[in-house]
């Protein structure tokens, strides 16, 4: 099922099969507007998350995956701290913004987070 002209809902479900693919709207658009600067596809390393996943991968306790609202991503062929940075300065306070050595983590939680992990 498409979500946006660039996204369809199969690539933020659960990467343990159960089924969970539950997005919100907001993440949606932000990624839509990622893709549309950069003007290259952006992948989905990690969307939605259920509670067994999430601790399978070592995810937060609270992590925003466990409700649709975050995602690993990667912009094919710009590097991550550029990914991070644009986001950053589009949306200061839009949400999560997490920098890591091979993805950008992005989330919609509604309240300003910042984290390094490179």
Not at 21 to 28: A, Y
Not at 55 to 76: C, E, M, T, Y
Not at 95 to 110: N, P
């Amino acid at each position: 099922m498409r979500l946006s002209e660039h996204f369809v809902r199969s690539e933020f479900a659960c990467r343990c099969g159960c089924g969970f693919d539950t997005v919100d709207h907001m993440l949606i658009v932000v990624l839509e507007v990622v893709r549309n600067h950069f003007r290259r596809p952006v992948l989905i390393n990690c969307g939605c998350r259920c509670p067994d996943h999430n601790r399978a991968v070592g995810g937060a306790q609270n992590s925003q995956h466990l409700v649709g609202k975050a995602a690993d991503i990667v912009v094919d062929g710009i590097s991550p701290d550029q990914v991070a940075d644009y986001i950053d300065r589009i949306w200061p306070d839009l949400g999560g913004l997490g920098r890591y050595r091979t993805f950008t983590h992005v989330d919609v939680r509604g309240r300003r987070a910042r984290w390094d992990n490179r």
